[in-house]
């Protein structure tokens, strides 16, 4: 069964600091992948998405992500993060083959220290 | 451009009742898909509506079912409300029911 792991709950980092997200998917074909971010008590802001391409898929606020298909992961970085940046951060695969379920993880909370 | 807008907001029912959320896709997109996402949780996929008619389903019981009008708007309607149902509901809208889903602020439902 396809599946999305992310295996941090819970990031804390200083502001400035670089982030690392992890995402593991479990899909046998090449999947299409995403990263929302969603602020307390908010719906979910995408940030970005990879289809086909380039592995290394730019987004909004300054986010990237690279797609490796080899590791079955696609983790979502930043190189300086701002305290606005917390919030909690969702990968989600499209089940199926489509992007018209998608399948989510069950988050990450980030946690930005002044 | 308009997104996707919920309504209500907030909802406090009581177990056995019944509820509607109500969900208007993004201008131009014509396919609505409902998400469940539980305190703490990822959201779960619950249906989704694409041209009127349901395209998939997540392993949801009958007691939830939904419709989509001819602008595309959609309703997500759960019946014989138990206390799990207590969850933030979001819908998202896309373009043929494979494009990008863009997310709406969501329907915080209280179930006492």
């Known amino acids: 069964a396809q599946s999305v792991t992310q295996p941090d709950i819970h990031i804390t980092v200083s502001e400035g600091a670089s982030l690392e997200l992890r995402c593991n998917y479990s899909?046998?074909?090449?999947?299409?992948l995403f990263w929302y971010v969603q602020s307390p008590g908010q719906g979910l802001q995408l940030l970005l998405k990879?289809?086909?391409?380039?592995?290394l898929v730019q987004g909004i606020k300054g986010f990237e992500a690279e797609f490796k298909r080899s590791q079955s992961s696609f983790n979502l970085r930043k190189p300086s993060v701002h305290w606005s940046d917390a919030a909690e951060y969702f990968c989600a695969v499209g089940a199926d083959g489509n992007t018209g379920k998608l399948i989510f993880g069950q988050g990450t909370t980030l946690q930005v220290k002044p | 451009e308009t997104g996707v807008t919920q309504s209500p907001t907030h909802l406090i029912k009581t177990r056995g009742q019944q509820v509607t959320l109500r969900c208007s896709s993004q201008s131009g997109h014509n396919t609505v898909s409902w998400y469940q996402q539980a305190l703490g949780q990822g959201p779960q996929f619950i249906f989704q509506y694409y041209r009127e008619e349901e395209n998939g389903r997540g392993n949801f019981p009958p007691r939830f079912s939904g419709l989509q009008f001819p602008n595309y708007s959609s309703e997500l309607n759960v019946n014989a409300l138990e206390l799990d149902d207590s969850a933030l509901y979001l819908c998202?809208?896309?373009?043929?029911?494979?494009?990008?889903?863009?997310f709406g602020p969501g329907t915080r439902l209280t179930v006492l």
């Open positions: 990879y289809f086909s391409g380039d592995t």
């Open positions: 998202a809208s896309s373009l043929e029911g494979v494009g990008t889903q863009y």
């Open positions: 899909y046998g074909a090449t999947p299409y």
